[in-house]
């Protein structure tokens, strides 16, 4: 009598387990597309979300030191792009343009974080449009304005290049207002994250009232630059709870 073989039963696919616990599904997220080149909880995947941490600390202690040590800067009324004005001025230039380097480099990081679901691709879309446009900033600096630099008039009109840094400027802002939009939405679908939906959207709704706060103040030289500078500080606060919380479970991934 001839016996048949019973065929070999084989796992779906996407349940193939990968080396470093990763499914081939997984595997196939972390290979799709540019942003999704980073394989979740590789060195380079904690290393980028480490370097995004380090320099959003390392960006705001530049302009408040920078601001303190400045002749003639009053950092409640005076923009930090301000300070890239004056014989000073390289030292927020750079600052901008390294922040907004490796806001574009640590976007990548956040492709593996979140995915696969919902922001996994418009998250770090948007943080590189932000990089880019801070970058931009760096290049077109601002006029001079309110008394700073010290002894050099303000404009009577406002020149292309400071129309350009206030452009790029508001993009940035906007990119990074909309991030925390969509992070809320993605938090509150993971039930692991959901007490941390509240917190990205209360950071969101913070900057655009702190940056609706500085251009009324502003234009009434007021002290508008403290909400500037609070806009600047709040996704900076929330990236560090974050990153330290995906540092204290040692998985990279924003899942359950």
């Not at 959207?201 to 909400?227: E, R």
Request: charged share 10%.
């Amino acid at each position: 009598m001839n016996s048949i073989a019973a065929p070999v039963a084989r796992p779906p696919t996407d349940q193939v387990h990968q080396p470093d616990g990763l499914t081939a599904t997984d595997s196939r997220d972390a290979q799709a597309g540019l942003l999704g080149r980073v394989v979740p909880n590789s060195r380079w995947h904690w290393a980028l979300l480490i370097l995004g941490l380090a320099e959003g600390v390392v960006f705001n202690l530049t302009w408040f030191i920078d601001g303190l040590l400045r002749p003639g800067y009053d950092p409640l009324v005076q923009p930090m792009s301000a300070l890239s004005l004056g014989s000073g001025g390289w030292v927020q230039i750079t600052n901008f343009v390294v922040f907004g380097a490796i806001g574009c480099l640590s976007a990548f990081a956040w492709r593996p974080t979140l995915g696969p679901g919902l922001g996994a691709t418009w998250y770090p879309r948007l943080a590189i449009i932000a990089g880019v446009a801070l970058i931009g900033a760096a290049i077109f600096s601002q006029d001079p304005s309110m008394g700073f630099p010290v002894g050099v008039p303000a404009v009577a009109h406002p020149s292309g290049h400071a129309q350009i840094h206030n452009a790029v400027s508001y993009i940035a802002l906007m990119a990074t207002i909309a991030g925390l939009l969509i992070l809320a939405r993605r938090l509150h679908r993971e039930p692991c994250w959901r007490g941390w939906a509240p917190a990205a959207l209360t950071t969101g709704v913070l900057m655009m009232v702190f940056l609706a706060v500085f251009g009324i103040l502003t234009a009434q030289h007021g002290p508008g630059g403290l909400f500037e500078k609070l806009a600047s500080l709040t996704p900076s606060l929330l990236g560090i709870a974050l990153t330290a919380r995906l540092l204290l479970q040692r998985d990279a991934r924003i899942s359950c």
